[in-house]
């Protein structure tokens, strides 16, 4: 297919062509009015980012995203005149604001529809880790019994 005057060549690391072209045939398989072709998919997918980003500057344009560590995300408010964080409170895995001391506030909302919401060190629930280690303690116990004797011989 012949390139329009009016596209241009890009550079894209292969892990994300990867990662591009898996999202792409998986979305195939499940939508039958996905893009045939994987460049059109791309573009696709850009300009929905690009749209959201619109968007999000028309809901909520007094706020806006100030950084991320592996735990924190940091949503600066310019009405309040401070910066939210937003982190997952650990018992329950609850997006949590420290501004507004809540669960369901505006700055969680606004996060939620950031993509950097997905560094955040998400872990899993504090149950998952009890029945581990109680699986892992039963494993102990029975391996650390002496093995039976029996022995069969075939002849």
């Excluded at 018992?91 to 507004?100: I, T």
């Excluded at 997905?118 to 019994?145: F, H, V």
């Amino acid at each position: 297919m012949p390139r329009s005057n009016s596209s241009e060549l890009i550079t894209l690391r292969v892990k994300v062509v990867r990662a591009l072209r898996d999202k792409w045939k998986k979305e195939l398989d499940k939508n039958p009015f996905a893009n045939e072709h994987f460049g059109g998919f791309v573009n696709e997918l850009l300009s929905e980012m690009l749209e959201k980003d619109e968007f999000l500057k028309k809901y909520a344009p007094f706020l806006s995203e100030e950084g991320c560590t592996k735990d924190i995300l940091y949503i600066k408010d310019i009405k309040e005149n401070k910066t939210a964080e937003i982190y997952l409170n650990d018992n329950d895995n609850k997006l949590y604001c420290s501004l507004c001391k809540t669960f369901n506030c505006f700055h969680i909302q606004f996060a939620i529809a950031t993509p950097k919401i997905a560094k955040l060190n998400i872990k899993p629930k504090a149950i998952l880790y009890k029945e581990l280690e109680l699986n892992i303690q039963k494993e102990k116990k029975t391996s650390g019994r002496k093995k039976s004797s029996r022995s069969t011989v075939h002849q």
